[in-house]
């Protein structure tokens, strides 16, 4: 069978933006046409033969390259009580992603070609969203030794990082560096300085004080992006900073952007949505690391979301079970959910005028494709990986919904306004919400 997807606004940045329609054929990308002058009614004379096709009228939708999400954590192998790889993959769909990069903090840790190759396998049997896997600076991600690089590029990994875990020593990072330079692997970088962190659990300042919780200062992360640009700057390999938080990140990001350096960034869209209010009435939903910061620190995030400084936008999907999260504050587990709320809270920049549509499918899905090295896009030939967002879909969260196994979100009950209906895959529809 054939599909058309007609009558909705194509945005491929610095390719095309229009209302077009594209024709799919064999799981790939067959033809472009302007408006109305595509393949129509339900069946088509194609290469001599006739065949069925489906037609999806995308009016009023927003027609973009597959999504990605370069962050995240699917806890299998280890624990898949958690998320496994087939309901993380089933998350993604739901939420418009058509790829995903779970990060190495697994048990085994991701640190050599077996566990990648056991990932990848796992993602084949789910059959859904295409899944990159990161590979561990470090073995076990102890900071003491790195990993076999090349082995793990073999094996499929399409980055390196030791998320969750700081590479604290500065000799190994810049080791790391060079060595995933040479096979022309980005580092995603967790910066976290954990002296200065110490026993924190929020972030510091007056709320931490009044809710007499230790907390964590802007330093611990900030330091540390300004450490590893600087190494970057060294040995002139390729860094990615993960889920920036602060004012000082940001605009030391900034800098070195203007000094040539090849840094890139991504933040998360609780970073751009909360501030640390959320954690009152000790909500551990909104307990995570980095942890939410103050409304500086959001305003620093928005402004460099709009001027580019942030490349990326990342859910860092965390999941956890109950028995993590319904404890005291101070014992409960970090992260929260995000792959089935990513869109909606991201197209708020859009609704506010923080950035266009243009730049936030740059940011969810052009840039994460130029900084791991995919070739995706909106073009003849091109593997039809594709989402659909409808800008006007009204909603209300509700976590009970979701495809993740786990539910610590704090956006629960919100109302909001836009939301993606339909990922495809390879041709392949694995979520559609289009109405009939």
């Not at 995933?180 to 300085?193: M, Q, R, V, Y």
């Not at 197209?347 to 899905?365: A, G, H, P």
Request: negative net charge; aromatic residues 4%.
């Amino acid at each position: 069978m054939l599909m058309l997807i007609k009558n909705g606004r194509v945005i491929d940045p610095g390719n095309l933006d229009g209302i077009v329609d594209i024709l799919i054929k064999d799981g790939k990308i067959a033809e472009i046409k302007e408006q109305g002058s595509g393949v129509r009614g339900q069946g088509s004379e194609v290469g001599g033969q006739r065949s069925e096709v489906r037609v999806i009228d995308a009016s009023g939708k927003i027609v973009t390259p597959g999504l990605i999400d370069m962050h995240v954590h699917l806890r299998e192998p280890g624990h898949e009580y958690k998320e496994t790889i087939e309901s993380g993959c089933l998350s993604a769909a739901y939420g418009g992603f058509t790829a995903i990069c779970p990060m190495p903090n697994t048990t085994p840790v991701n640190d050599n070609g077996q566990v990648t190759e056991y990932i990848l396998k796992k993602a084949g049997i789910a059959d859904m969203v295409r899944v990159y896997p990161v590979g561990a600076i470090s073995k076990g991600l102890n900071g003491k030794s790195l990993c076999e690089y090349a082995e793990l590029k073999e094996a499929g990994a399409i980055a390196l990082s030791d998320d969750g875990n700081p590479v604290s020593d500065s000799q190994l990072m810049r080791r790391a560096m060079e060595y995933a330079k040479g096979f022309d692997l980005p580092i995603i970088s967790h910066c976290e300085d954990l002296n200065l962190a110490a026993n924190g659990v929020v972030n510091e300042g007056a709320v931490a004080t009044r809710m007499g919780l230790a907390g964590i200062p802007n330093a611990a992360e900030s330091i540390m992006v300004m450490r590893d640009i600087a190494i970057c700057e060294l040995t002139g390999s390729r860094l990615h900073i993960a889920h920036v938080s602060t004012k000082e990140s940001v605009q030391a990001i900034r800098n070195a952007k203007k000094r040539g350096v090849k840094v890139t960034a991504e933040t998360a869209p609780h970073y751009f949505t909360l501030t640390e209010e959320a954690i009152k009435g000790y909500n551990t939903n909104a307990k995570m690391n980095p942890p939410l910061r103050s409304s500086q620190d959001r305003e620093a995030v928005l402004e460099g979301l709009a001027d580019g400084t942030i490349d990326v936008i990342a859910t860092d999907h965390a999941p956890h079970s109950y028995i993590e999260k319904e404890v005291e504050f101070d014992q409960a587990a970090n992260g929260i959910i995000g792959l089935e709320t990513s869109v909606s809270l991201s197209l708020k920049l859009v609704q506010n005028s923080v950035i266009s549509l243009t730049d936030l499918v740059e940011k969810m899905s052009t840039n994460p494709a130029k900084i791991l090295g995919l070739n995706i896009g909106i073009s003849v030939g091109a593997p039809a990986d594709i989402t659909i967002i409808d800008p006007d879909f009204s909603y209300k969260i509700d976590s009970d919904s979701f495809q993740s196994l786990s539910r610590n979100t704090p956006f629960n009950g919100w109302d909001m306004k836009g939301k993606a209906i339909l990922t495809m895959v390879g041709g392949k529809i694995l979520f559609d919400e289009m109405q009939p």
